[in-house]
């Protein structure tokens, strides 16, 4: 196995465990507080903070920064230099301002407003959420060149401090000033943003002319936007690498699909009004407390292994075409891990069908286990298993799929996100309620793997790597979990 092979899967090893071990840490104290908030704030307010401006805060980030952030990460093509990478991440901050522009005027003037005489200062509050997400893509060309240069620590690191002062405030201005309702959840996204930025560029600041950093940095301006020298102002080349600007716009088509997948029932809730205030706060908090476990595991192995894949594959490139030691490694990765979260998922299932009720009870009380929020939690614990396959599945797709293949499979997630919507849609509004939502998530989830095993295996094909064979688990498991 190459040197810098072994590097990059030592790395994200270490990635992944400091992930799992640090955000379940942090994630178990944002629990113990998210059950303290439950039973002091109104169901209403609770869905116009998880849902409507969560919304409005997730989505401005993801628009602006994810294209940038997987062309950035992937493996560096020729005549694409370090200077290249930090110009182009810079572009994320006018992007943030026009995206969330845009969502703000959405969100206050076209979409219907919580009663003011139950959650007032709602549009001071749109215009609160809109400063964090501009602000924290601040620190986002200090961010890609962390994980580039896998300094994987750092982000987690940072990001679980900002996140156990986003929760110890708002903890504590909501049991000291129940009166100050949306302004205690801004109060605390806004010092999210400050301490999530500040520790970025305090860590930084901690490497320049430090000759034991793998980051070639000697000054601010190593880090700041410049164009290369003695070349024309206007001309793309002198700031980034055109072939690199091509990648990014494939994956900002991708990425506008893909936060519709990420986030369809939150869409269906805010624009067709398909449940009330109330009820999207009951289910978005049910929600949450089922993707614990994709929080706390599948999330931080997806993030760790896809830059693993991203540096160790080229992209675009043939199985048979590039190291058989690289492609050998990627393959026994992949397999361990799709095996890995298969396990997780199945028992997930089989405890969570049983315990749901328990759960929500000591969670939330009566305020959850009214009905149907054991049947949404049960039902959930399903999804939690397709969603986990689906991660890793599309994490290596992802990661190695050319750009003709992000361009072909962008209309397919227009189709996976059409069909999700009116699923979603038609489900909610007739029979099932917010069940519908886990379904219709779950039926467009499964498609997605098909494809993405698909891909996998013909990826493989010229080789005498199988991943997905590796992956099933044995009958023996099967037969214990049933029992």
Known sequence: MAANTRSALQSAGRGAGYNIILQLLFRVATFLLNAFIVRRITKQLLGVVNVRLTLLYTTGLFLSREALRRACLSKTEEGCNLRHIVNLMWLTVPIGVVCTGVLSLVWITLLEQPPPSDIPNYP????????????????????????????????????????????????????????WGLFSFCISYLLYAAVFVALYYG????????ESSTIPINSWSDILPKPASGQPLLQLSTWTSPRLVYLAISFFKQSFFKQLLTEGERYVMTFFRALTFQEQGVFDTIANLGSMVARFVFMPVEESYSVFFTTTLQRGLPADQQSKSDVKTASSTLGVLLKFVFLVGLIIVVFGWSYSYLLLMIYGGDKLTASPGPAILRTYCFYVLVLA?????????????????IDRYNWKMLLFSLVLLGLSWLLTTTFLGSLGFIIANGVQMCARIGYSASYIRRYFASTAEDPLRQALPSMATFFSLAL
């Open 203 to 210: 860590f930084f600041a901690t490497l320049i002319n430090d």
């Open 389 to 405: 396959i689906n991660g890793m599945t599309e994490c290596f797709y992802f990661a190695t799929m050319s750009k003709e293949e």
């Open 124 to 179: 001071q509050a749109v215009i609160a959420f809109a400063v964090c997400t501009v602000a924290e893509l601040a620190a986002e060309p200090l961010y890609v060149l962390a994980q580039r240069y896998f300094y994987i620590r750092v982000k987690v690191l940072v990001e679980g401090a900002a996140l156990a002062a986003r929760c110890i405030l708002t903890g504590t201005l909501v049991a000291l000033y129940p009166e």
